[in-house]
T-cell receptor, first 112, second 113 residues
């Protein structure tokens, strides 16, 4: 599975958009980009995933560059409850194991 | 649905003791996983299973064993506990397929002294 690179930490003001980048320059054609987050010591929570088109759901938007070598997770109006570690993971969509390999992630601190 | 349930939530072991972390899910998911997370680190995959009777090693399997006799249950066995196994353990499950959203339990915090 392709590896990802994320900044270790980021800050964001409450109410502003949080833009979390992820580099995955070795991504293969059949690999999807997945985002999860882990609030404090809870189990990780699924946010969103995409292949090549931009995706949006009630939690966030995912912007994937045309060459698919990088992506950005956007939390449009960050709140204090969005303070968490955010993980960007790439994995084949047709995986026959479903497993996800987590990296270090980005610690997002939302400040009042 | 209760989702993924892990027991116990906390446990202290002495070096050399053994124990089993229990994990059960009620979503009829095919796939189940065990991860560990050391302080300040990301999750590491220990073992996973794609169905009853089928298990395979992940990134850090040494010192652990698993079994999958039913779709619902995926216990993790620690033999001869060592201080290096002090960690938070997360069990997860998912459907097969592209979305393959993993659902995680609340975690089991294990300390080996």
């Amino acid at each position: 599975d392709a590896k990802t690179t994320q900044p270790p930490s980021m800050d964001c003001a409450e109410g502003r958009a949080a833009n979390l980048p992820c580099n995955h320059s070795t991504i293969s054609g059949n690999e999807y980009v997945y985002w999860y987050r882990q609030i404090h010591s809870q189990g990780p929570q699924y946010i969103i995933h995409g292949l090549k088109n931009n995706e949006t759901n009630e939690m966030a938007s995912l912007i994937i560059t045309e060459d698919r070598k990088s992506s950005t997770l956007i939390l449009p109006h960050a709140t204090l409850r969005d303070t968490a570690v955010y993980y960007c993971i790439v994995r084949p969509g047709s995986s026959n194991t479903g497993k996800l390999i987590f990296g270090q992630g980005t610690t997002l601190q939302v400040k009042p | 649905n209760a989702g993924v349930t892990q027991t116990p939530k906390f446990r202290i072991l002495k070096i050399g003791q053994s124990m089993t972390l229990q994990c059960t899910q009620d979503m009829n998911h095919n796939y189940m996983y065990w991860y560990r997370q050391d302080p300040g680190m990301g999750l590491k995959l220990i073992y996973y299973s794609v169905g009853a009777g089928i298990t395979d090693k992940g990134e850090v399997p040494n010192g652990y064993n698993v079994s999958r006799s039913t779709t619902e249950d995926f216990p993790l066995r620690l033999e001869l506990a060592a201080p290096s196994q002090t960690s938070v353990y997360f069990c997860a499950s998912s459907w097969a397929g592209v979305t393959g959203e993993l659902f995680f339990g609340e975690g089991s915090r294990l300390t080996v002294l």
